[in-house]
């Protein structure tokens, strides 16, 4: 599968953003997706995961009530719905798949992802 991430940009505080990540390939369904957030200097950061057919989605801790993953198979797209944005949310986010057929397993680490998409930087400003 192939990733595209996209809609990031330039935010105050407090605004809302969606970004999306369109697949590419067949049997979209048969991958976890998830996002990812990326500090100067730091290894990629779990923001959250949606289960293959969208029934149970996870939050880092940082992100959780503020943040909604979502995805629609049928057009191979997933969404990170981001709102009350803080300047502490600036970052390059990146959308990731894994092949995975199952349905109790959700992992939060980068290493565990082998597709990824290109990043979308996100600026939130004070």
């Known amino acids: 599968v192939q990733l595209q991430a996209s809609g990031g940009g330039l935010v105050q505080a407090g605004d809302s953003l969606r970004l999306a990540c369109a697949g590419s390939?067949?049997?979209?369904?048969?991958?976890?997706l998830g996002w990812f957030r990326q500090f100067p200097g730091e290894e990629r950061e779990f923001v959250g995961i949606?289960?293959?057919?969208?029934?149970?989605?996870y939050y880092a801790d940082a992100v959780q009530g503020r943040f909604t993953i979502s995805r629609d198979n049928a057009k191979n797209m997933m969404y990170l719905q981001m709102t009350n944005l803080k300047p502490e949310d600036t970052a390059v986010y990146f959308c990731?798949?894994?092949?995975?057929?199952?349905?109790?397993?959700?992992?939060?680490?980068?290493?565990?992802?082998?597709?990824w998409g290109q990043g979308t930087q996100v600026t939130v400003s004070s």
């Open positions: 390939g067949d049997n979209f369904y048969d991958y976890l």
């Open positions: 990731a798949a894994k092949y995975y057929t199952g349905f109790d397993y959700f992992p939060s680490q980068y290493k565990d992802y082998k597709y």
């Open positions: 949606n289960s293959r057919i969208g029934d149970r989605t």
